[in-house]
């Protein structure tokens, strides 16, 4: 068993930064991809960042240039700084995780959501 706890969001005014947080924790061997997503309400959950072992990261369109994804694998961590904030990015932000877990079955584990509002 294996999860996701995420902090960080709140509102903040366009233009503004935001930092989340994902902490991993529980039967975990290794971590192969952090990733965060987002969904808006009306739309579909959509990927926004992921970072890989060997920590190549992949950003959507929309995010390229303002948004910053990291992880510390000693705390089994990832973050997501984001920066230049826009309106279109109100959303709820999912943390997801794949690895390895300790009895040898890989997971594939979902944060609960952390709000993130932009607005003046």
């Known amino acids: 068993q294996v999860q996701l706890v995420e902090s960080g969001g709140g509102l903040v005014q366009p233009g503004g930064s935001l930092r989340l947080s994902c902490a991993a924790s529980g039967s975990i061997f290794s971590i192969f991809l952090m990733a965060w997503y987002r969904q808006a309400p009306g739309n579909q959950r959509e990927s926004v960042a992921s970072i890989s072992g060997s920590e190549l990261t992949n950003y959507a369109d929309s995010v390229k240039g303002r948004f910053t994804i990291s992880r510390d694998n000693a705390k089994n961590t990832a973050y997501l700084q984001m920066n230049s904030l826009k309106p279109e990015d109100t959303a709820v932000y999912y943390c997801?995780?794949?690895?390895?877990?300790?009895?040898?079955?890989?997971?594939?584990?979902w944060g609960q959501g952390t709000q993130v509002t932009v607005s003046s």
């Open positions: 997801n995780v794949h690895g390895k877990s300790l009895r040898g079955p890989n997971f594939n584990s």
